[in-house]
């Protein structure tokens, strides 16, 4: 059994969670892990949850996000499904 440092939930599934850090973290569900772990998009306030986009050290949701905060702009795409120019 472990609790989960979130919700505070004594649940026999909990699990692990090892950061890029070393630290470790146990949660009973990935909702409290994404609570806990998850970056939030510096333009809309979204917990990010995907790939996200980094830039310059800054986290987004997404490639639109990311247009509407860096200089680098219409540089800046999707990986996925996005359009040849
Ligand atoms: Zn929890
Ligand atoms: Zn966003």
């Not at 890029?20 to 609570?35: I, K, L, P, Q």
């Not at 809309?44 to 490639?63: P, S, W, Y």
């Not at 905060?69 to 540089?75: D, S």
């Amino acid at each position: 059994m472990a609790t989960c440092e979130v919700c505070g939930n004594d649940y026999w599934m909990a699990f692990e969670v090892r950061t890029v850090s070393g630290d470790v973290h146990t949660f009973d569900c990935f909702e409290c892990a994404a609570h806990k772990l998850a970056p939030i998009c510096e333009h809309c306030d979204v917990k990010i949850l995907g790939h996200g986009v980094e830039v310059g050290g800054r986290f987004f949701c997404c490639a639109h996000c990311a247009r509407n905060e860096e200089t680098q702009g219409a540089e800046i795409r999707d990986a996925v499904g996005s359009r040849p120019a």
